[in-house]
């Protein structure tokens, strides 16, 4: 079973249209993130929720909402999408800021293309 | 605020030889240190983490990193490569109580037969 789960894979889509990413972890954890990969490999996060409840907020543009139905979810809505948002976004998970478990699982990406 | 650097953006080695791929960091409270690496087109897999104890940690494949408190490094080594280690390698840090990684710039490291 996939721990840390993203649909779609790869999404091309044409400036000005509004897509979604879903992302799913069955880990348990309670912490959810999405990191930013840009062309150069740099990873950036954008969004933590922490069960279901907005944490981590990167000055990211307003296009971008995240949305967290239950802590085992957190998807990604990009409203009017612009040449600059082409990078691989990826979801993550955490169980929290706790001593022994403090490392991120990640999932496979989602590689975005606007054209 | 905290930051981290790899000091080296790519890194060729022959297969077999030994390997390090250098981290420093920067901040002023406790930190975890982890290592990543990132197969071609895949998502992040941990390699290794320190969370305290011993500074010596062994990961996966047969890497291992040293944390280095007076130098704020956290090196990662291998003995003998192998082709299969090809892969970006990203060393990350999180402020102890924090919730983000904070990543380093990457290190491509590229194994020649």
């Known amino acids: 079973d996939t721990a840390v789960s993203q649909t779609p894979k790869y999404l091309v889509t044409q400036m000005g249209n509004d897509k979604s990413i879903k992302c799913e972890q069955n880990l348990g954890h309670d912490t959810m993130y999405w990191y930013k990969q840009d062309s150069k490999k740099f990873l950036k996060i954008m969004f933590s929720y922490n069960n279901k409840e907005l944490i981590i907020n990167e000055t990211v543009p307003n296009r971008f909402s995240p949305k967290s139905p239950d802590k085992a979810h957190l998807n990604l809505h990009i409203n009017s999408l612009e040449l600059g948002d082409s990078a691989v976004y990826f979801c993550?998970?955490?169980?929290?800021?706790?001593?022994?478990?403090?490392?991120?699982?990640f999932g496979q990406g989602t590689r975005l293309t606007v054209v | 605020a905290q930051s981290v650097t790899q000091l080296d953006s790519q890194v060729p080695v022959f297969e077999e030889a030994p390997v390090e791929l250098r981290c420093n960091y920067s901040?002023?409270?406790?930190?975890?240190l982890f290592w990543y690496v990132q197969y071609p087109n895949q998502g992040l897999q941990l390699l290794l983490k320190?969370?305290?104890?011993?500074?010596l940690v062994k990961g996966i494949n047969g890497f291992e990193a040293e944390f280095n408190k007076s130098q704020t490094s956290f090196h990662l080594r291998k003995p003998s490569v192998h082709i299969s280690d090809t892969a970006e390698y990203f060393c990350a840090v999180r402020i102890q109580g924090a919730q983000k990684l904070v990543f380093g710039q990457g290190t491509r490291l590229t194994i020649n037969p």
């Open positions: 993550a998970s955490s169980q929290g800021a706790g001593v022994k478990n403090t490392e991120a699982f």
């Open positions: 901040s002023s409270v406790s930190v975890y």
């Open positions: 320190y969370l305290s104890g011993s500074t």
